[in-house]
Structures are given as C-alpha cells and as structure tokens.
C-alpha cells in the first residue's frame, strides 16, 4: 500500500501535466512545481478549462480589454482573472509561487531566445505579470465564494479602474519609455528594456 500511493499520486501528476501542456508550454519550474503539487496541479487544470472560455468571451464583447496580448490589458485581463481564479480554490501562497516560477520559466526561455507570444521576454514584462498576479490573488481574497464569471466582472473592472499595470504605447502599439519617447527593439537579444508601466486605464499616446 504503501509503494502504490506514490506511484498512483506520480501517474495522476503525469496525466495532469499531459493536459495542461495542451493549453500552453510549460518550463521545466512549473512542471517541477506541478510534482511537488499533484492536487493542486490538478485543480489548476480544471480551473484553467473553465475559464479559458469566459476569457474568450470577454475578448469578443470587450474592445478596451480586447488590445494587445502582449503588455497590454487583453495580457492584464488574463493575468489577474485566471490567478484570482487559482487563488479561490488553491492557497494563495502556491499561486503566487507559481506565477513567480512561471517568470523565472520566461526567462529562461529569453536565455533560449524562445519567444513566448511572439514575442522575447523582457525584465520589465515579467515586473508587469508578477504585479498583476498580485491583484489577482488580492482579488480573490475579496471574492472567496464568487462564481467565476462574477470574478472576470470584477478583473474587468479592476482593470477599467487603472488597479492593475499595462505596458505604455502609443496609437500605432509601439511601446514608449517613461518621458514618452519611442522605445527601439533592435534586433540584439537584451534583457532589461526601458519600457515603462502605467495604470491599467491609462490611454494610448496619439
């Protein structure tokens, strides 16, 4: 009895990171984090299943969320509703962690100049995730028995408020550094960008 529960708990493991990497590709500090958390792991799957079609549904009804997937609120929206979401059903101090390891999976994706998105990773798009995982978890903590679709309103709102942290652009969707000037990606790998954060409801520069 003893040597099937390990193996019974390490098989249940294996099929649920089978079916989280059908929804995105996981780094190898996720895929640890998932064997030293097989109830979790399995619990975030299904949460992640859920969600996955309101966050779709919000993307087609709501253009001020619906913008960019990359720094933008469409990348805040997602950030804050499906950890909020983790937060109502699994301790916040595994979510968090995890958010934290997902970053450090980003970035050694960067060192592989493996682009997540389309894009590389960044130093300051990581400090945007992991402070808008932080408004997640806090906004669970307020909505502890809320349906999921009440807890999308709520990020929605959050986000419309200006609570949470996007990338600052202007019209055409280039990023712009803090005094406004055009931030020029060049073609060299580099780690830390001047990009700058805003208030989730801060408008696109003309």
Known sequence: MKNIRPAFCFCL????????????????????WGIFHPVATIKLNRITKSCDSIYRRVLKENTFIADYNN????????????????????????????????????YLMYKRSMLEDGELADSLSN????????????????????????????AVRLIEEGKAFIMKRNKDGNYLDCSGNLVVLKKKKKWSIPKCLVPSNTAYIN
């Open 13 to 32: 493991v294996l099929i649920s990171l089978q079916a989280a990497a059908q929804h995105r590709k996981y780094t190898w500090p996720e895929i640890r």
């Open 71 to 106: 720094g933008g609120r469409q990348d805040a929206y997602r950030h804050v509703f499906y950890m909020a979401a983790f937060a109502q059903k699994i301790a916040p101090r595994k979510v968090r962690r995890l958010g934290e390891l997902h970053e450090k999976g980003n």
């Open 127 to 154: 400090q945007m995730d992991l402070k808008n995982n932080e408004c997640g978890i806090n906004l669970a903590a307020s909505g502890k028995s809320v349906s999921l679709t009440e807890l999308s309103y709520k």
